[in-house]
């Protein structure tokens, strides 16, 4: 499903732009009650499109890594796609039946695909769950990791 994506970080309103008339309209954000959910919007030009409201801080770079996430001390690694990262954290789509829930904390490895193919492994708190799409936030960043993510993600 296609949608608007707007950033919200720091706002508390913004401004939500028909795509198909231009015409626009202030929301306040402290009235919906729910951020992290795709809405779907009737325009007056009876047009429909979907929005979802982003509060990320950080860049998000879309990709498509293959990756691995266990919990600590688990021997057993569960394979994922990893889609998109920032230097705050990651989202990964999984195929394994294992019940995880927001809050847990897991530890995910996985290669960048840039010319030095840098590893990446770090617990992260899951923030999100939709379907089998997870996002998390990166918890503890070995060695310089945060510093490579930084020039991944430009």
């Known amino acids: 499903m296609d949608f608007i994506t707007i950033n919200i970080a720091g706002k508390e309103s913004v401004n939500l732009v028909c795509p198909q008339c231009g015409l626009a309209r202030e929301i306040n954000l ?3 009650p729910d951020i992290g959910k795709v809405y779907k919007v009737k325009c007056k030009c009876i047009q429909p499109f979907s929005v979802a409201f982003d509060r990320r801080k950080e860049k998000r770079k879309e990709t498509n890594l293959i990756g691995s996430y266990s919990f600590e001390h688990s021997i057993r690694d569960n394979i994922i796609d990893v889609i998109g990262i920032s230097r705050g954290g990651l989202a990964f ?3 394994d039946k294992i019940t995880l829930k ?10 960048l695909d840039n010319l030095e ?4 492994e770090s617990n992260i708190t899951i923030r999100n769950i939709f379907n089998n799409r997870v996002c998390g936030e990166f918890v503890d960043m ?3 990791m945060n510093r490579t993510l930084g020039f991944y993600v430009l």
């Open 30 to 32: 402290s009235s919906l």
């Open 93 to 95: 789509i999984r195929t």
């Open 102 to 111: 927001i809050g847990d904390q897991i530890v995910v490895r996985f290669n």
């Open 117 to 120: 193919k840098d590893i990446i």
């Open 142 to 144: 070995r060695g310089g």
